[in-house]
């Protein structure tokens, strides 16, 4: 029984259920962080209000994108299209440690979150792309949402609506986007690689054309 419950663990994808609990997680903390600063119902949230969220975002790439990584070797299922999976963690890792050592200045708060935005749709791309090779899932649905992702993430870029817009609309891409890495984690753990996989799908095919 421990030695089942152990295999089943190790085929889960940790690597997209660590990106899922990134995104989701950052979603509640730009959402509930007081867009002006102050403190607000949650004292994890900044006092200074979305830019200290953006100050605390190179330690949130630096944790989960380490996590990822090592989430993605653990994992026995095949990697997202090959090596995309542990790269997109070590891009999120770099990035967060030479954001923490050599700060660039943003003076837009809404462009930072746009361009975290524009990396997790592209990163929820793959999975759909992943998701259709493998035939695991609805891979249409995952490609539109990541299309969603990448249309919110473009208009927060424009800072229209102040700091309210740019709270909306940033947690608004970070939750698109945990939802489209959760439906990935679910839906591809355990999953053959491709080949096997469109193997089986056929088998099955042939067996429900035959009953």
Do not use: C, H
């Not at 200074?48 to 993605?72: K, M, Y």
């Not at 462009?111 to 090779?133: C, K, N």
């Not at 424009?158 to 709270?167: E, W």
């Amino acid at each position: 029984m421990k030695d089942l419950i152990v295999r089943r663990l190790l085929r889960v994808k940790w690597g997209l259920a660590v990106m899922a609990v990134f995104s989701l997680f950052l979603s509640f903390y730009v959402y509930v962080t007081p867009a002006q600063g102050g403190t607000g119902m949650f004292m994890i949230t900044p006092t200074n209000g979305l830019e200290g969220t953006i100050e605390q975002l190179p330690w949130f790439l630096i944790v989960f994108g380490a996590l990822a990584f090592i989430g993605s070797v653990v994992s026995k299922s095949t990697w997202v299209l090959g090596f995309v999976e542990p790269v997109m963690a070590l891009i999120m890792f770099v990035v967060g440690f030479w954001e923490l050592f050599f700060p660039y200045d943003f003076t837009v708060v809404s462009q930072t979150w746009a361009v975290v935005g524009v990396f997790l749709s592209f990163y929820v791309m793959f999975i759909a792309l992943e998701i259709d090779r493998k035939r695991a899932g609805v891979w249409s649905a995952v490609l539109v949402l990541a299309a969603a992702i990448f249309i919110v993430s473009f208009v927060n870029l424009f800072n229209f609506a102040g700091d309210a817009g740019t709270q909306a609309l940033s947690a608004l891409e970070l939750f698109l986007a945990g939802l489209g890495f959760l439906y990935g984690a679910v839906r591809l753990t355990g999953v053959a690689p491709a080949r096997r996989a469109r193997r089986e799908r056929w088998v099955k095919d042939l067996e429900s054309a035959a009953a």
